[in-house]
């Protein structure tokens, strides 16, 4: 066998590095029967280009960010809604692991459109970075903001006063630089490894939401194999989930450390305090309303309401 495995990261990133050691993990255990090359971002396109690849049968895997699929599932755009999840990250990926709402309900709409979602994962607490202190939600006041291409996390967005702009990551660099947004929210890693601190002078520890990822396949390919070889997908997958949050929860720490000690890009690091997240909690609970009214029908409420109790239940 030979197949295909895209990322929307590159080599040292949490994506990549995940569908490396998978790719590695299968080519060992199938004693070199099965071969899986990885792509590292950019290689085959933007990230919703990639989606199209995996529905198409073009790549038999690929990890998908739930929010660059936001106009096709509209219910994946869940993920989007701040403050959902427990600020604990262990609790988190546990729901992630184990929900119902998602394995099943949430799965089954992604399988719809001839996308298999294997696993969820978190890729770890998602920060904000801007060209001016992002503290209240007055400074999001007309704050051109970088979005994933999502109408949920653009209404999020537009909660705070904020002017969202749906982007590819390969262009955030440089509209940061030129002025084109003025900030984004993305996982500490990823903040460094893009480079976005050095064209941004602040950044928020708001641990507003978590930045989710799925282990995606395509389920004409997936159920057409061996039952055996199912099985291994199906177990290397579940090996993966430990191993990837160890991977994240290294990255995001040892690069927290990388962005305050950059002394030629200077980055100024706030962390808000609980009463500050507040006032951004607030304004984002009616975002749920707005999910639940104008978002999604009936199976996406009854998803999230069993995602809300799921969540309750593991706190
Ligand atoms: O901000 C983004 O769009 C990118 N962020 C991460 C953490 N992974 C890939 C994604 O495209």
Do not use: C
């Amino acid at each position: 066998y030979n197949w295909q495995f895209v990322t929307e990261e590159v080599q040292g990133q949490v994506q990549y590095e995940y569908a490396a050691e998978f790719a590695e993990l299968i080519h060992e255990k199938s004693d070199g029967q099965i071969n899986i090359d990885v792509f590292e971002f950019g290689a085959l396109g933007s990230e919703v280009d990639q989606v199209e690849q995996l529905q198409n049968g073009i790549v038999e895997f690929a990890i998908i960010s739930p929010g660059f699929t936001g106009g096709m599932v509209a219910e994946g755009q869940v993920f989007a809604l701040q403050f959902l999840f427990p600020d604990d990250q262990e609790v988190t990926q546990e729901i992630l692991n184990t929900s119902e709402a998602l394995h099943t309900d949430l799965a089954g709409m992604y399988e719809a459109h001839n996308i298999k979602p294997l696993a969820f994962f978190t890729e770890g607490a998602m920060q904000w970075t801007g060209s001016n202190e992002l503290r209240t939600p007055a400074d999001f006041e007309n704050f051109k903001m970088r979005t994933q291409e999502s109408p949920l996390i653009m209404e999020s967005y537009r909660a705070y006063g904020a002017d969202p702009s749906p982007l590819s990551w390969s262009e955030l660099y440089t509209s940061l630089d030129r002025g084109v947004v003025d900030g984004q929210e993305n996982p500490i890693f990823f903040i460094e490894d893009a480079s976005f601190h050095e064209v941004q002078d602040h950044m928020t520890i708001s641990n507003h939401n978590n930045y989710v990822a799925m282990t995606t396949v395509n389920p004409d390919f997936y159920n057409g194999l061996p039952e055996e070889i199912r099985a291994l997908i199906d177990e290397t997958v579940e090996e993966m989930q430990p191993r990837v949050f160890e991977m994240q929860a290294e990255m995001n720490e040892a690069l927290l450390d990388s962005i305050i000690e950059d002394t030629e890009n200077p980055t100024e690091v706030i962390e808000l305090t609980e009463a500050e997240r507040e006032a951004f909690r607030e304004l984002a609970l009616p975002v749920r309303d707005f999910f639940r009214d104008e978002v999604v029908g009936d199976e996406g409420r009854a998803m999230l309401e069993l995602l809300e109790e799921e969540i309750a239940a593991a706190q």
